[in-house]
């Protein structure tokens, strides 16, 4: 089996701050979406108007990360070290708050930021300069349109699919499936069931705070509302009670994530326009 990198599924416990979020007037922005070894990136985030930068989008991180050289040129100065966790484990981290970030329609203030190596980011593409966890995407309803190669922030929720409910484990989306409760996760391409013994072929799964021996699943059958879908997986020890492991967001050819009115809309028809 070949080594995981598995970037999602990043949790921090930190208290809350109140963050104020807003979309500009006309409320909605249709953005170029890269793909990266099966992950979304974007590009036009600004930190306190400083930018633009590029950005892994990835809906199974707690929080936010950037690159801690981007840190220091942009003059953010830590003010808190906290244990970032993964499947992998946790480590010692410095972090801050980010005044305001900005991408295309989408502003939020108050931001919370781990400055780190994005070591494992870096073995994707090392031209990645941070990350956008739930901290941010949480404020706003989105479309993640796979297929289309674009994120379409703000706006009504897309036509067809499958609509179900958005609830939430350490404020990540989960989705219920027949393989147990499992984090939608854009961060990895590859599902990792927590918790099960694999069959199959031993490898590595590279996370931001280490790596980890996985065992692969090949071919992994797993049924979603009604429908039946099929993908790489691997399987760990267990990490948290509350989830059953982690479900690629890619294997949807688009996600539509309305955080205002807490659901998910699954396979939405590809002909729908925003």
Same mark, same amino acid.
């Given at each position: ?6 970037y ?6 930190m ?13 909605e922005?249709?953005?170029?979406l890269?793909?990266v070894?099966?992950?979304p ?7 306190n108007?400083?930018?633009?930068l ?10 936010n990360?950037?690159d ?7 003059g ?10 993964t499947?992998?484990g946790?480590v010692?981290?410095e972090g ?7 991408l ?30 739930q901290?941010?995407?949480s404020?706003?309803?989105?479309l ?7 994120l379409?922030i ?7 699919g499958k609509?179900v ?10 989705v ?12 990895t ?6 918790g099960?013994g694999g069959?199959?072929? #031993?490898?590595?799964m *590279? =996370?931001?705070?280490? /790596?980890? +021996?996985?065992?692969?699943? $090949?071919?992994?059958?797993?049924r979603? %509302? #009604?429908r039946?879908? *099929? =993908?790489?997986?691997? /399987?760990? +020890?267990?990490?948290s009670p $509350?989830?059953?492991g982690?479900?690629? %967001?890619?294997l ?16 939405p028809?590809?002909e729908?326009?925003?």
């Open positions: 089996m070949r080594n995981l990198f598995l999602g599924s990043l949790m921090i416990a208290a809350a701050v109140p963050c104020n979020a807003r979309t500009s007037s006309g409320s922005g249709s953005l170029k890269g793909m070894s099966g992950r990136v974007v590009e036009g985030i600004f930190l108007g400083q930018g633009p590029r950005f892994l989008l990835d809906t199974g991180a707690q929080t990360q950037v801690e050289r981007i840190a220091r040129k942009f953010l100065a830590p003010t808190f070290r906290t244990a970032m966790g499947a992998a946790e010692l981290v801050g708050r980010v005044a305001e970030v900005t295309g329609p989408a502003t939020a203030a108050k931001q919370e930021f781990l400055f780190t190596g994005l070591e494992g980011v870096h073995t994707l593409a090392s031209n990645i300069q941070g990350v956008l966890g901290e941010f995407l404020h706003f309803d989105y993640l349109d796979f297929a289309g190669h674009r379409v703000g706006g009504g929720a897309p036509d067809g609509r409910g958005l609830n939430l484990v350490d404020g990540r989306p989960t219920e499936t027949d393989r147990g409760k499992l984090v939608l996760d854009s961060g391409e590859s599902a990792i069931l927590f099960s069959a199959g072929q #031993g490898g590595r *590279v =996370t931001a705070s280490g /790596s980890a +021996a996985v065992s692969a699943v $090949q071919r992994l059958k797993v979603i %509302a #009604g039946e879908y *099929v =993908t790489s997986a691997a /399987s760990v +020890a267990r990490v $509350q989830e059953d982690l479900l690629p %967001a890619s949807f050819h688009a996600v539509y994530v309305s955080n205002s009115e807490k659901y998910l809309v699954l396979d028809a590809p729908a326009k925003r």
